[in-house]
């Protein structure tokens, strides 16, 4: 798979993609730093890659409800098993995780509050 660098990114911009991407290849690896970080692809690509993943996801529905791997409910049953699983995860968890500090409050506009410089008090000595 072709690779494109951060930089070639930077400086070239799209054109960079365009030009790995234009003799018939779908895809491209970009790295940052040396380490392959993301991959580029031409959206027809990735729309195919999207619609294997739906229709593998069909296809292991289909094999669940073959093997009777599936619940019938109601909504109002449904909804309260997954309470009790919330609850019961929520209890498992509380044992073995130690306690969050709490988030700091945001300000308005969604900026994180900074944190004010320390000022140290100076005092004269008094001459006696």
Do not use: W
């Not at 580029?40 to 073959?66: G, K, N, T, W």
Request: glycine share 6%; net charge positive; with cysteine.
């Amino acid at each position: 798979m072709p690779h494109i660098t951060a930089n070639d990114l930077k400086t070239r911009g799209i054109a960079a993609i365009e030009a790995v991407l234009a003799d018939g290849r779908t895809e491209a690896v970009v790295s940052v730093r040396g380490a392959d970080r993301y991959v580029v692809m031409d959206l027809h690509h990735y729309q195919h890659l999207r619609e294997c993943e739906l229709e593998a996801a069909l296809a292991e529905s289909h094999a669940d409800i073959a093997a009777g791997r599936f619940v019938v409910e109601s909504a109002d049953q449904h909804a309260a098993r997954l309470q009790a699983l919330i609850a019961n995860d929520r209890a498992a968890g509380a044992k073995a995780l130690p306690p969050q500090a709490p988030a700091m409050p945001r300000r308005r506009g969604g900026a994180k509050p900074q944190a004010k410089p320390q000022v140290k008090a100076r005092t004269k000595a008094k001459a006696a």
